[in-house]
């Protein structure tokens, strides 16, 4: 045990998951509201000017208006010190997206009430799945016109896979949402709208037992209804058990309209009283506590500078034990080094700071001079360490590469691989060929351009990229047959990865069925170990 235990478990480190659109943005906002980190609530992404102030060491960024960043936020609230990690959605969706979640303890999912689940919470889900951590579902926009509650939950099992328990319940939608119900108290916590930006509105909290008053405040019909839907939900939904949301297996639900501020503050209180504290870690020789004595970490993201004047990146990497001090040694264990990490920094929503310490469930940006690899650890020399790598996430949109001159065909060998290295791109050779035919696979088109544009920019060659119409990429994990032999669908190709792994593209979901079928023991994956 170390002697910083309290700091560490007052530390909770979780990544807000959406579709773009349902509110994630605004949820966030306001939760550092609620912490007193911002004064106004608004400053989290100024769409197209606030965020370039911070991240301006992304050229690209600046040409497109957007942001290719992932940001991570610290703020304190009710004596507790949260991370909340940002995943990139809209154009900017890339397998960081899917890496940052590796480095969060818990999940938010926030879906919008009018449209439930959607294609990318879904993706982000299975990932939070795949490492069973807790997901929490707030359903917002509730002053907006919702469907119907049950059909909500409804969605979420049917489409996640995951049961779901409402820890409220709301009480109409759009103009008719007068508020939530909390199940456990069997209060009414009525809506008032807000000011955008203002902490609170004037709420009244009344009994559902005391039904003189809660019809005065909701009123008969509303009163009505809710009864109705309690009765059936005590009846239906799934009981509270904590075990099985800590094990990922049940989602709590909360409902509530960010953009008004409501439901937000009791959102965070619950969702702070049952998420965890930083979770242990495995490495090659079991599972590392985070409160162990000696500092170690891991980087699952890299930040590669796109001003050719400065090659340099920025690792970002999650703390897993003990306490990191920046005048300390540390040993980088993939690259057999003691060093001093340089210019240890915290990304802020409107700044970046240098840091003097942090621990275990935070997590800091490092300069990197071109030495770490996503997935690496970074440990106390006296105590080495080496954590499970980062697994490689499916691309979901491929290009052939064709190289314009072909005189520089080293510089675009050596330029693509390094690039493909950094975890930017992943990519592909033809089964049984070299490097001649390369085909790149992407989890967010945006990563396209930036191939393209990081080869003309750092490497002086010019590319052109030739879309392929394939969409699913599976690692196969087992073949009775010779993988040359597989049987598959007309459309499907056979291709292999960076580190020689064989692999195959399909243009849909349905030629992967039937190649499964053809081929009796042959499995599939859509995550790749490493
Ligand atoms: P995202 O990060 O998940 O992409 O979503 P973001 O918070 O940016 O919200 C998307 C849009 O939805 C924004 O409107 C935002 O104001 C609105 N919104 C968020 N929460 C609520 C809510 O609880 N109720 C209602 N009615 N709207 C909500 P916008 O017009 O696109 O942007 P803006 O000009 O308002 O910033």
Redesign the pocket.
């Known amino acids: 045990m170390g002697s910083f235990d309290n700091e560490i478990n007052r530390r909770r480190t979780f990544a807000i998951i959406?579709h773009?659109?349902?509110?994630?943005?605004?949820?966030t906002e306001k939760f550092l509201l609620y912490g007193g980190q911002i004064n106004l609530a608004g400053s989290v992404?100024g769409k197209a000017t606030a965020r370039h102030a911070v991240s301006d060491w992304m050229e690209i960024e600046k040409e497109r208006g957007i942001s290719v960043t992932s940001s991570v936020m610290q703020f304190e609230y009710d004596g507790f010190c949260i991370n909340i990690l940002d995943t990139p959605?809209?154009q900017d969706f890339s397998e960081d997206t899917y890496r940052t979640l590796m480095a969060a303890d818990s999940a938010v999912m926030?879906i919008d009430g009018a449209k439930g689940v959607e294609p990318q919470t879904r993706k982000l889900f299975k990932v939070c799945a795949m490492r069973g951590i807790p997901i929490f579902t707030f359903i917002?926009?509730?002053?907006?016109d919702a469907l119907d509650t049950f059909d909500l939950l409804d969605d979420i099992e049917k489409e996640l896979g995951i049961s779901t328990c409402p820890v409220n319940w709301p009480i109409g939608s759009g103009k008719n949402f007068k508020g939530v119900y909390d199940r456990k108290s069997r209060t009414i916590v009525t809506y008032s709208d807000t000011q955008k930006g203002t902490k609170e509105g004037h709420t009244e909290v009344v009994s559902l037992d005391d039904k003189e008053a809660a019809l005065k405040e909701i009123g008969n019909d509303a009163f009505d209804k809710l009864d109705g839907e309690i009765e059936l939900l005590d009846g239906a939904s799934a009981e509270f058990d904590l075990e099985e949301v800590r094990a990922g297996k049940l989602t709590p639900v909360f409902f509530g309209?960010?953009?008004?501020n409501f439901g937000v503050e009791i959102f965070l209180q619950h969702f702070l009283e049952m998420t965890t504290t930083p979770l242990p870690r495995k490495s090659e020789d079991g599972m590392v506590e985070p409160t162990d004595d000696s500092f170690s970490a891991f980087v699952f993201k890299i930040q590669a500078n796109m001003n050719k004047a400065h090659r340099d990146r920025i690792a970002f990497m999650r703390i897993c034990s003990g306490k990191f001090e920046a005048d300390k040694e540390v040993k980088h264990v993939q690259g057999g080094r003691t060093l001093r990490l340089s210019q240890p920094q915290q990304i802020m929503a409107d700044e970046r700071k240098i840091l003097s310490e942090a621990y275990a469930g935070d997590i800091i940006g490092v300069f990197d001079p071109g030495i770490f690899s996503i997935g690496d650890t970074v440990c106390s020399p006296s105590k080495a360490v080496k954590f499970e790598g980062i697994p490689t996430f499916a691309p979901e949109h491929f290009a052939r590469v064709r190289q314009i001159d072909t005189m520089k065909r080293k510089q675009f060998v050596k330029g693509i691989s390094q690039i493909a290295q950094e975890g930017a791109i992943q990519i592909f050779q033809e089964l049984n060929s070299g490097l001649e035919e390369i085909i790149v696979g992407v989890v967010g088109v945006l990563q396209f351009d930036v191939l393209k544009f990081r080869l003309e920019n750092e490497y002086n060659v010019e590319i052109r990229l030739e879309p392929l119409p394939y969409e699913h990429i599976r690692w196969i994990e087992k073949s009775e047959t010779d993988i040359a032999k597989l049987t598959g669908t007309s459309d499907m190709k056979k291709v292999t990865d960076l580190k020689g792994r064989p692999l195959l593209l399909f243009v849909n979901p349905w030629s992967i069925g039937m190649t499964i079928e053809r081929n009796p023991g042959l499995e599939l994956s859509e995550f790749a170990r490493n």
């Open positions: 959406s773009p659109d349902a509110g994630k943005t605004t949820l992404k959605g809209h926030v917002n926009k509730l002053d907006r309209s960010a953009l008004t």
